[in-house]
């Protein structure tokens, strides 16, 4: 199984921008990032799927740009104009859940590979 590891977030001012990176031990593809705020359900913000397409949530659409490198196939999420509702812990999987419904991330765990999550702190 593919093991994840995110990194790059941090505490901004609402405006701001942050990149996330998550960096895998083999080359895998289909990853998604994952959103999970404060009392509320998971969230999927953005993913590549297997074909190379691109998708994110109607919320973060504009601001938020997901990459993934062909060279070391590290998987980048570049978010600007940051806002207090982007607050949340961001997690990475390869092979996970094209949707969720109602439940924390952490429940999905069991689909795919998933890494450790990094905090991202919006403030206004």
């Known amino acids: 199984q593919v093991r994840l590891m995110e990194s790059g977030g941090g505490s901004v001012q609402a405006g701001g921008s942050l990149r996330l990176s998550c960096s895998p031990s083999?080359?895998?593809?289909?990853m998604a990032w994952y959103r999970q705020a404060p009392n509320s359900a998971c969230e999927v913000v953005s993913r590549?799927?297997?074909?190379?397409?691109?998708s994110y949530a109607d919320s973060v659409k504009g601001r938020f740009t997901v990459s993934q490198d062909n060279a070391d196939a590290t998987f980048s999420l570049q978010m600007n104009n940051l806002k207090p509702e982007d607050t949340g812990r961001y997690f990475c999987?390869?092979?996970?859940?094209?949707?969720?419904?109602?439940?924390?991330?952490?429940?999905?765990?069991?689909?795919?590979?998933w890494g450790q999550g990094t905090q991202v702190t919006v403030f206004s």
């Open positions: 999987a390869a092979g996970g859940p094209v949707s969720v419904a109602g439940r924390i991330c952490t429940a999905y765990r069991i689909f795919g590979s």
């Open positions: 590549i799927s297997s074909d190379g397409t691109a």
């Open positions: 083999d080359r895998t593809r289909d």
